[in-house]
C-alpha cells in the first residue's frame, strides 16, 4: 500500500509519496491517478513518469557531494588547528565531537567551514562560510554562500534525529542546533534560511514530530518569526520560548554561562484564548522596552531621512502612497522595496498597472545602480545576485477580483513568508465597474477594508498606491487628496505623498511627505533627486524638520519660543521648495 502525505497551503496542496520518493502539486497526483486507471497492466506503471512538474523527494546533489568529500571533519584535525578555526569562525564552545555528529566539515588551507544538510544520506545542499583576508591583527570578514546557489530547503541535523524521537527542538541556525543537542542532549535542528522563511518543502520532515520547541533568541524580528511560524507548523503542537534578556538564543546562552535546560523548562504553547491578561502580556512588553531599535522595524539604508521620520518598516501595518499622474510613483515604490529586501524583507510585488518584465528591468537597474543597456557585460553578474533575492511577483494584470488577489497574497505569506506586499495600484485593480461614483467608493472602500484585514491577521505589511484626486496643480496634495471616501487614510497606518513641483515652480523640486505616522506621529519631509542612468532617487543629505502630530502638539503646548522657530523652520522649508 502507498501512502501520500498531503499538505493543505490554503487553496493549494502540496504532496509527498514516500514510496515514489516524488513531491508535487495536488494536480499532478490527481493526473498521475488518472494515468493509472486508464492502464491495463499497473504492476508496470511508472508513477509520475510523463509529469514534469513532479520532483524527487529526496535527491543527492553531486556538487554539493563533492564539496563535502574535499573537506575533513575537525575531529581530524590537530588541536591547535582546530582551535584556530573555531576562534575564526565562532565554534570555539562547541566541542570536536559536536561539529563532527553534524557533520561540520572544514577546508583549513582555503579556510572554510561547510554545514551540510543531509537526509537519508542524500546530501541536499551545503552552507559554506568563507573567511577573508585574516591576518594575526585582523580579523576576517565572513561570507556565506551556499551549493545550490538559490539556497538549501533542507533541515540541518536531521539525520542525528533518532527515528522514534518526538520532540525536538527548532533554531534559526546551525550552532544554536548543536549548543542544544550538546549541553542538553535534546534533538535540535535549524531551519535553512534562518527565521526568515520557513519553505513548504520543509514541513514533511517535520511531521512526524508531536512537540515542536521554537527557540529563535531574543530578537524582535525573530519573535514576531516564531509565531507565525507556529501557525504553520500547526500551533497545537508547538511550544515557544518568550524573548527575554536573562533567555537568548542557544549559543549566546552557552557563551555566557547559562543553564540550556532551564530555559528550555521555559517553552510555553501558544493560547488561541480571545483574552489575555497583563501578566501574559508582561514579558512581551518588557521586550519592547529593551528593543526599542527591532520594534521599530527594519531601516532602509538608501533613505536615511525616511528612518528618522517612520524609524522603520514594520510588520502589519497598512501605507497608503500617492502622487500626482507622471511624478514617478511606481519607481519610487521600487526602489523603496527594492532597498528593504536587500535586507532580508521578504516581498511580493502586484503591479496592475505595468507588467513584470518592464518593473523587473526597473529594479534590476536601481539594484546595479547603473545603466545595465550600457553595460551588458555586466548583466548575467547583477541577475545571478538579484536573483537570490526574496523577490516575488504576482501575474495579475489591469482589473481584478479582490479575493483573488487576497487569495494569492495569503498564499504567498504561507510558502514563502512575504514579509512585505506592494499593490500598485488600486484604480487599475478595481477598473471602471459601477455605473455611479457611490458604487465606486463602495468598491474601494470594501478593498481597504480587506487589505487593512489582511496585514492584520497575517501580520504582513501591505503597501497599497492610490491616485490622488483631480486637483490644480498649483496647490500642495494633502491626505484628503487621497482619491475615494476618507476610509483609505483612516485605516493606513502611514500615508505617504509624493510631491512634485518641478513644472509649477522654477526652484521646484520633487519630494515625499509623510503626512500621517500611526507608529509615533512623526511628520515631515524628505528631498529627492532622480538619477536618469540608475533609475533611482537618492535622498537629499540633509535632514528636514519635523513635527509631531496635532493631537501630541495639544497634549504637550509648546512655549512661544518654541512655536515661532517652527514657523521660521517652516518657511525655510517653503523658500527651499
Known amino acids: 500500500m502507498i501512502i501520500f502525505l498531503f499538505y493543505e497551503v490554503l487553496s493549494q496542496r502540496h504532496f509527498v509519496c514516500e514510496h515514489c520518493n516524488k513531491q508535487g502539486t495536488w494536480p499532478d497526483l490527481l493526473d498521475n491517478l488518472m494515468l493509472l486507471k486508464t492502464q491495463k497492466k499497473r504492476l508496470g506503471f511508472t508513477c509520475f513518469k510523463d509529469l514534469e512538474t513532479v520532483t524527487p523527494f529526496l535527491q543527492d546533489l553531486p556538487?554539493?557531494?563533492?564539496?563535502?568529500?574535499?573537506?575533513?571533519?575537525?575531529?581530524?584535525?590537530?588541536?591547535?588547528?582546530?582551535?584556530?578555526l573555531k576562534e575564526t569562525f565562532g565554534l570555539e564552545v562547541l566541542k570536536t565531537g559536536t561539529l563532527d555528529r553534524f557533520g561540520v566539515r572544514c577546508n583549513h588551507h582555503h579556510n572554510y567551514v561547510i554545514f551540510p544538510v543531509i537526509v537519508n544520506g542524500c546530501v541536499q545542499s551545503v552552507k559554506k562560510i568563507t573567511c577573508h583576508s585574516q591576518t594575526d591583527e585582523v580579523i576576517g570578514t565572513l561570507r556565506e554562500s551556499y551549493i545550490p546557489?538559490?539556497?538549501?530547503?533542507?533541515?540541518?541535523?536531521?539525520?542525528?534525529?533518532?527515528?522514534?524521537?518526538?520532540?525536538?527542538?527548532?533554531?534559526?541556525?546551525?550552532?544554536?542546533?548543536?549548543?542544544?543537542?550538546?549541553?542538553?542532549?535534546?534533538?535540535?535542528?535549524?531551519?535553512?534560511?534562518?527565521?526568515?522563511?520557513?519553505?513548504?518543502e520543509v514541513l514533511p520532515s517535520l511531521e512526524r514530530f508531536k512537540t515542536i520547541i521554537l527557540w529563535f533568541g531574543d530578537d524582535i524580528r525573530a519573535w514576531e518569526s516564531a509565531k507565525l511560524f507556529s501557525k504553520k507548523l500547526n500551533s497545537k503542537r508547538c511550544h515557544i520560548i518568550?524573548?527575554?534578556?536573562?533567555?537568548?538564543?542557544?549559543?549566546?546562552?552557552?557563551?555566557?554561562?547559562?543553564?540550556?535546560?532551564?530555559?528550555?523548562?521555559?517553552?510555553?504553547?501558544?493560547?488561541?484564548?480571545?483574552?489575555?491578561?497583563?501578566?501574559?502580556?508582561?514579558?512581551?512588553?518588557?521586550?519592547?522596552?529593551?528593543?526599542?531599535?527591532?520594534?521599530?522595524?527594519?531601516?532602509?539604508?538608501?533613505?536615511?531621512?525616511?528612518?528618522?521620520?517612520?524609524?522603520?518598516?514594520?510588520?502589519?501595518?497598512?501605507?497608503?502612497?500617492?502622487?500626482?499622474?507622471?511624478?514617478?510613483?511606481?519607481?519610487?515604490?521600487?526602489?523603496?522595496?527594492?532597498?528593504?529586501?536587500?535586507?532580508?524583507?521578504?516581498?511580493?510585488?502586484?503591479?496592475?498597472?505595468?507588467?513584470?518584465?518592464?518593473?523587473?528591468?526597473?529594479?534590476?537597474t536601481q539594484f546595479a545602480q547603473r545603466n545595465l543597456s550600457k553595460n551588458l557585460e555586466l548583466f548575467d553578474d547583477y541577475a545571478d545576485l538579484?536573483?537570490?533575492?526574496?523577490?516575488?511577483?504576482?501575474?495579475?494584470?489591469?482589473?481584478?477580483?479582490?479575493?483573488?488577489?487576497?487569495?494569492?497574497?495569503?498564499?504567498?505569506?504561507?510558502?514563502?513568508?512575504?514579509?512585505?506586499?506592494?499593490?500598485d495600484n488600486l484604480q487599475f485593480m478595481m477598473g471602471v465597474g459601477g455605473t455611479e461614483w457611490n458604487d465606486r467608493f463602495m468598491k474601494q472602500d470594501s478593498m481597504v477594508a480587506a487589505f487593512r484585514k489582511f496585514a492584520t491577521n497575517m501580520n504582513c505589511h501591505v503597501t497599497l498606491v492610490i491616485h490622488p484626486r483631480k486637483e490644480k496643480e498649483t496647490e500642495d496634495l494633502t491626505t484628503a487628496s487621497v482619491f475615494g471616501t476618507a476610509k483609505a487614510t483612516q485605516e493606513a497606518d502611514n500615508v505617504l505623498i509624493l510631491q512634485d513641483k518641478r513644472l509649477t515652480s522654477v526652484r521646484g523640486r520633487k519630494y515625499l511627505q509623510v503626512t500621517k505616522n500611526r507608529f509615533d506621529g512623526e511628520l515631515g519631509l524628505m528631498l529627492l533627486k532622480f538619477d536618469k542612468e540608475s533609475l533611482g532617487f537618492a535622498s537629499k543629505d540633509k535632514e528636514r524638520t519635523s513635527r509631531k502630530t496635532d493631537n501630541e502638539d495639544a497634549q504637550n503646548p509648546e512655549d512661544d519660543d518654541d512655536e515661532s522657530q517652527r514657523r521660521e523652520t517652516s518657511a525655510d522649508m517653503a523658500e527651499e521648495l
Request: proline letters at 5%; glycine letters at 8%.
Open 386 to 423: 538579484f536573483q537570490s533575492l526574496p523577490m516575488y511577483f504576482m501575474t495579475f494584470h489591469g482589473q481584478e477580483s479582490v479575493k483573488k488577489v487576497v487569495d494569492a497574497m495569503s498564499h504567498a505569506v504561507y510558502v514563502h513568508d512575504i514579509a512585505h506586499v506592494v499593490l
Open 149 to 200: 546557489r538559490t539556497g538549501t530547503t533542507g533541515v540541518f541535523g536531521l539525520d542525528t534525529v533518532a527515528p522514534t524521537t518526538t520532540d525536538v527542538v527548532l533554531t534559526s541556525s546551525e550552532v544554536d542546533a548543536m549548543a542544544v543537542v550538546q549541553e542538553t542532549k535534546m534533538a535540535a535542528i535549524a531551519l535553512p534560511r534562518g527565521y526568515n522563511s520557513l519553505p513548504q
Open 63 to 84: 556538487s554539493a557531494r563533492e564539496l563535502v568529500s574535499s573537506c575533513v571533519p575537525f575531529g581530524s584535525l590537530q588541536d591547535d588547528v582546530a582551535h584556530r
Open 242 to 364: 518568550r524573548p527575554s534578556i536573562d533567555d537568548p538564543g542557544p549559543l549566546t546562552a552557552l557563551t555566557q554561562g547559562l543553564k540550556l535546560s532551564t530555559i528550555l523548562g521555559k517553552a510555553r504553547p501558544i493560547s488561541h484564548d480571545s483574552i489575555v491578561s497583563f501578566t501574559q502580556l508582561r514579558q512581551e512588553i518588557l521586550s519592547q522596552f529593551l528593543h526599542s531599535e527591532q520594534v521599530a522595524g527594519v531601516k532602509w539604508k538608501r533613505y536615511p531621512i525616511l528612518n528618522k521620520l517612520l524609524k522603520g518598516h514594520r510588520r502589519g501595518e497598512l501605507t497608503v502612497f500617492t502622487g500626482p499622474t507622471g511624478s514617478g510613483k511606481t519607481t519610487f515604490m521600487s526602489e523603496y522595496s527594492l532597498d528593504l529586501c536587500m535586507q532580508g524583507v521578504n516581498t511580493l510585488w502586484g503591479s496592475f498597472e505595468i507588467n513584470n518584465v518592464r518593473l523587473g528591468k526597473m529594479m534590476l
